[in-house]
């Protein structure tokens, strides 16, 4: 009797331990089914590209947002990089010179589609945008970023202005598929004109990664309300009347 009760006591718990794994294996298979936003193309040519993508670092953006082409392209024109500079550096040829890090005929390209894509985007994304063109010494030259907003205040990340990559295939035709290490790609600075309206400037690149990524908080309103406001396109791709 002692045996067959001991290998009828045996016999219950695998079932016990089947269930647990199997329940286990359930929850898993669960969270890894659950769906994942795709991010939606907004603008693309050739390499540029505008794009709505999910937000890892913010579920609370104030999206969809507001904003006209005109006033993107104003606050584009406020944004300023330089090259950053060890001590050493600066002794021997100084600080170096602030340079607008968009150009007229990138504000161009990206304040339509910035306006179009923050108008599109939810509260848990926020907008990518990559500029490429060829230099005329064959090279790439991109800048790259990413543009949220939060209430009162305008996100915009930066991890490349007007970085400069080695010849290649005529950018135009191909899509690359592999990083392209930037031949000449200086660690840089970067502030925001009015400096009154600007909250915070900061390092927001991940541990161990090494691209660079700086980040400006800008109240976006109240520098609109000081800043010479500048044509720009709208939606329609017209120019929009200037403000007085």
Not at 51 to 57: L, N
Not at 138 to 150: A, K, P, Y
Request: charged share 25%; proline share 8%; net charge negative.
């Amino acid at each position: 009797m002692n045996g067959n009760g001991n290998a009828a006591r045996q016999r219950h718990p695998w079932p016990g331990h089947a269930f647990v794994i199997l329940l286990g294996l359930t929850v898993v298979a669960g969270c890894a089914s659950r769906p994942v936003t795709a991010p939606k193309a907004i603008y693309q040519s050739g390499l540029n590209q505008v794009r709505v993508e999910q937000d890892p670092d913010s579920t609370a953006n104030t999206h969809p947002a507001a904003l006209t082409a005109t006033e993107i392209g104003t606050l584009l024109r406020g944004v300023r990089v330089w090259e950053r500079r060890n001590v050493l550096h600066r002794l021997f040829v100084g600080q170096a010179d602030k340079t607008r890090a968009f150009r007229d005929e990138e504000i161009a390209i990206l304040s339509p589609a910035l306006a179009k894509a923050l108008a599109q985007a939810s509260p848990s994304e926020r907008v990518y945008f990559h500029l490429s063109h060829a230099t005329e010494h064959g090279e790439e030259e991109t800048t790259t970023g990413w543009l949220s907003v939060r209430e009162p205040l305008l996100y915009l990340s930066l991890s490349e202005v007007h970085d400069r990559h080695g010849p290649g295939p005529d950018i135009s035709k191909y899509d690359r598929q592999m990083p392209n290490v930037p031949e000449r790609s200086p660690a840089f600075d970067v502030t925001f004109e009015p400096e009154e309206s600007l909250v915070k400037v900061s390092s927001a690149g991940r541990w161990f990664s090494p691209d660079q990524r700086e980040e400006l908080q800008i109240r976006y309103r109240e520098a609109l309300s000081s800043m010479p406001v500048q044509p720009g396109l709208e939606r329609d791709g017209k120019t929009a009347p200037e403000r007085h």
